[in-house]
């Protein structure tokens, strides 16, 4: 499955996983969401209202000012809850 949201869910991985460096993740974290949020939100709304929410709002519009270490603690926390509400069975 090619979907936009497991695109995103990639490239968040990707940095968490230490393949992708925090500046390339700045750089196009955003440019990113807004190319496939359309479709993300055409595949599942509530899934990708909830990774906007908790990647992006809470996560990635918090980090700027971050250490390298502390932001990707940040995003880690947050990609953590967002796989628990969607896992959890409430999407």
Partial sequence: MNSSINYMMNFVKEYLDGKMERMGFDLDFNYYLIEHYPRM?????DIAECFYFYLSQEGFDHAENLA?????????KQWNEFNAVTKNGLF
Wanted: hydrophobic share 20%; charged share 45%; net charge negative.
């Fill in 41 to 45: 939100e055409y595949e599942n709304s």
């Fill in 68 to 76: 390298d270490h502390e932001h990707k603690k940040l995003i880690l």
